[in-house]
């Protein structure tokens, strides 16, 4: 008796195909040579942020200047990521340094310009006695509302002062007196007379606020006030002098007391 062989149908081909692709295809996947599979296999956008191992990412593998300020996430760059010397003047920005960013004590005189601390930069009250280099306040730092400090006096300083002289009758009919400046000058004023003591010439301004006596440079004035039975009032030529004046006063009426009272003001040539 003859033995049958089963006769094939087919979805037994079928299923047999599909099985021997299904064995090779993973025959194939499973021996898949070490790097083999390059860039040029891989989709564009197959590799995503899942497929990344841990730590796969490192410096060598960044192209230069790849990580822009946009990539960056708030608080990653911390001062142990900069490198010594990383930030120059050209990577700081306006205003970037403000004084709360500054530690004390950093900027010492080394980092300052010639010129660079002004006057308006000094605090009120800045400048102390220990401050000042010995000889540093020199006679043209001083304005002229200091009053005389030196010998001779400065040009264009001032001295003022009053004087008063007189007589009583026919005992003294002439009356002299003199003045002694407190600084001398450098040479004898001129002699200008203002009587009354309220006016005023190119040589002498008058009497300022507080009746305060004023002459221009070189000149010396006598403000003459209160004049009583005054006949004349001079300062002799022979008695002025950089040290000082003289005064001759006479009197109107011989039998009578005289007398003037009044201020002066010189001014250094």
């Known amino acids: ?28 996947a499973a021996g898949l040579p070490r790097n083999s599979v390059g860039a040029n296999q891989l ?4 590799v995503t942020a899942a497929k990344l191992k841990k730590g796969a990412v490192t410096g060598g593998k960044l192209a230069p200047k790849s990580v822009v300020a946009g990539k960056l996430g708030p608080n990653s760059v911390l001062p142990g990521n900069i490198g010594n010397g990383a930030i120059t ?17 950093v900027i010492t005189t ?53 004087f008063a002289v007189g007589g009583a009758g026919k005992e003294l009919t002439v009356a002299i007196d003199g003045q002694t400046f407190q600084f001398p000058l450098s040479k004898a004023p001129a002699i200008n007379i203002i009587s009354p003591a309220t006016a005023v010439t190119a040589a002498c301004p008058g009497l300022g606020s507080g009746q305060a006596p004023a002459a221009t440079a070189g000149n010396l004035c006598l403000y003459v006030a209160s004049p009583t039975n005054l006949k004349t009032l001079t300062v002799p030529a022979a008695s002025v002098n950089r040290f000082g004046f003289g005064l001759e006063a006479t009197a109107e009426d011989k039998e009578k007391a005289f007398s003037a009272f009044g201020q002066w003001a010189v001014t250094a040539p």
């Open 1 to 28: 008796m003859k033995s049958r062989l089963p006769q094939l149908s087919y979805s037994n081909v079928i299923a047999t195909i599909a099985l021997f692709i299904a064995l090779g295809g993973a025959a194939v």
């Open 43 to 46: 989709k564009r956008g197959a």
């Open 89 to 105: 003047s050209a990577k700081i920005g306006g205003g970037a340094v403000i004084a709360s960013s500054i530690k004390n004590n």
């Open 110 to 162: 080394n980092k300052l310009n010639g010129k660079a601390v002004t006057t308006d930069k000094l605090a009120t009250g800045a400048v102390t006695e220990p401050i000042l280099a010995n000889g540093s306040v020199t006679a043209a730092k001083l304005s002229k509302e200091f009053g005389a400090l030196i010998n001779p006096l400065r040009s264009g300083q001032t001295l003022q002062g009053s």
